[in-house]
């Protein structure tokens, strides 16, 4: 109680000496004990004052019981370092205090503070206030500012960009440091030989992904010809297959060189190679339905040189550059690795890994372009082959709306939103519902007299298709589908979300840059802008989880409505982390203010697509998508990063990871989030 009274006694005192003079009995001076620390190095951040006489300050080192205000630290931005111990005093000498009746330890004349760190690399950002008392006949509080960050050099890696580097700080990033990350990454090449097995592996994974898929009628429907014998059909199919393989091998490796390893996402969501794809889906598809025929490129090269039927030649080379092209959004996990890796100056690697990925690719392929012969080889009991050529008609024209849609979203035209492309869809599988049932018939083809068991099993499942696809007009997920239709924000009324808007979501630090024309699934709040968002993330004590994504990117779409929908997903998104999606294919241009000169290829980076990739290909040395990334205030990396992955619980372990190395890396932040 003595104490209490004296304290209180002793600020009312200060306040009134204060109120006729400003007193300041110490001086301060900061110094470290390495100024050429590298991450990895410990140190000792120093803080000395020269105090006036007869004043004494109290150091750090005696029972903060006793009553006197202990020196210490707070630190307010940090980031690049751990501290080890407390703030320590360097030679004090005992007092006995008789106001406070009990030993304490002071300074007279010079005090000196030190506090051991450990440089761990990244920003470097060391500020904040040391604070205390000093007493005469009067006790002062002090709060002085302290700032060590521009005592100490080299702590930051090549990626960030230093103090007068022109350049700018959009060169900063996520710095991925091994030694502090649990387990193994994901994506281990290990070995030549292990990198071309996984290459091979994602070349028949590639089969499935929504880029892909749409391309195996189209090639079935190519190869349906009735004006060739079966020996043209087999070879025309194997040349169609090395095709593949050459163009695959050759032009991924030289892509990166000629156009820089973010050229792929352009040249990917660019209005023109997918309009093009589109258009030509769509003339196919007129075509096998009776339209009209596509012979045209045949007679006139066939003039030329009949003998050696080039017509044809040229027309296979021609489709399967066609799919490479098209394939390109979905299968950029491999090929945007080795478009990395030859940009960066390997060779050997690169063209080893596009060949092993284009040959698993394109065996199926070839497969599928055989296919027509094995079937024009079977009974052609009531024009069944015509049935097939129909039937793979209509789905082109329902899986042309595809490579329409990745142009709308990227250059946000707003024609092809999500309930008229399910719209479309309705229409058009059951159209094909009917046909199989015989009630719609082509031109040219008998009328269906009595229903095959095989023609009523494909109504069943068409049909049954469609009404799963209705719900989705009113906002439900239709999950299976994800990666084909267009995201749900597109969607004008979505009973589902209306239904969820009252649910709890983390919010933001300030209005997030670009939300005018950007969004984030699920009803998360986020951002679109990397700074932003990681200056969020370190005023709430949040670790900030990064998605590299895209509108064209098809399994971005996936990721969202598989993974990110599912409950323990999503209250960690909303409730545990600033999230940002950085959309690495936004075609808007930014201000000239904002242009920089990327430090990995030399050009500069005008849209927000173009420095989200850079951003992505420069930190990490990746540039597939979907690509998640944990960081913390440091911008170091806390997780090894993840891509496309369905498996929920391989997802939760990964924030979770997260989160554990975030409370390891910084313990007393203040954060009571996990």
Partial sequence: MRSFLFLLLAALLANSVASAQVLKPAKWSFDVSDKDAKAGDEIELIFRAEIEDPWYMYATDFDSLCGPLLTEIKFENATGFETIGSLQSINSVKKFDSIFECDVKVFKKHAEFRQKIKVTGGSMMIAGTISGQVCTDVCISFNEDFDFSSLIGGTAPPVF???????????????????????????????????????????????ITPCVFPMIPMTVTFFLKDDQSRAT??????????????????????????FGADGLNALATHWLPNLFVFVMFIVFALSFLGLFEINAPYKLVNKADRAAEKGGLVGIFFMSATLVLV????????????LVLSAGGEVIKPVLGMLAYSLAFAI???????????????????GWLNTVKVTLG??????????????????HWGILDREINIG?????????????????????????????????????????????????????????????????????FNLVSVATATENASETCDTPKYSDFLHLPHGISGYFDYDQALACARAQNKPLFIDFTGHGCTNCREMEAVVWSDPEVLKRLKNDFVVVALYVDEARELPESE??????DKKVKKTIGRQNADLQIRSLNNNAQPFYVLVGKDERVLAWPKAHDLSVKNF????????????????????NLF
């Fill in 233 to 258: 059909g087999v070879r025309n199919a194997i040349i169609f297959g090395v095709s593949i393989v050459v163009i695959y091998t050759i032009a991924g490796t030289l892509f990166a060189l000629l």
């Fill in 394 to 411: 209509l789905l082109e024209l329902a899986l042309a709306l595809k490579f329409l849609s990745i142009v709308d979203q990227t250059y």
């Fill in 595 to 600: 242009w920089y000169t990327s430090k990995y």
């Fill in 161 to 207: 960009a230093s103090a007068d580097d022109n350049s700018g700080s959009k060169n900063r990033g996520p710095i991925l440091d091994p030694s502090i990350l649990e387990g193994e990454p994901e994506d281990t090449n290990k070995s030549l030989l292990g990198y071309m097995f996984l290459a091979f592996i994602l070349g028949l994974t590639s089969l």
């Fill in 327 to 338: 394939s390109f959004s979905c299968t950029i996990p491999i090929v945007g690795n080795v």
């Fill in 364 to 382: 199926p392929f070839t497969l599928f372009a055989v296919f027509p012969e094995w079937m024009k080889s079977m009974p052609k009991s009531g």
């Fill in 424 to 492: 479309i869809w309705i229409v058009i599988f059951t159209v094909l519902g009917f046909y199989f049932l015989g009630k719609i018939t082509m031109r040219g083809e008998n009328p269906v007299i009595h229903l095959t068991v095989s023609r009523l099993m494909l109504a069943i499942a068409t049909f049954s298709f469609v009404i799963y696809l209705v719900p989705g007009l009113w906002g439900a997920p239709l999950k299976a589908l994800a990666g084909y239709l267009p995201p749900m924000y597109t969607h004008d």
């Fill in 652 to 671: 939760v372990d990964f924030l979770e990871t997260g989160k554990k190395t975030y409370n390891r890396l910084y313990p007393n932040q203040g954060t």
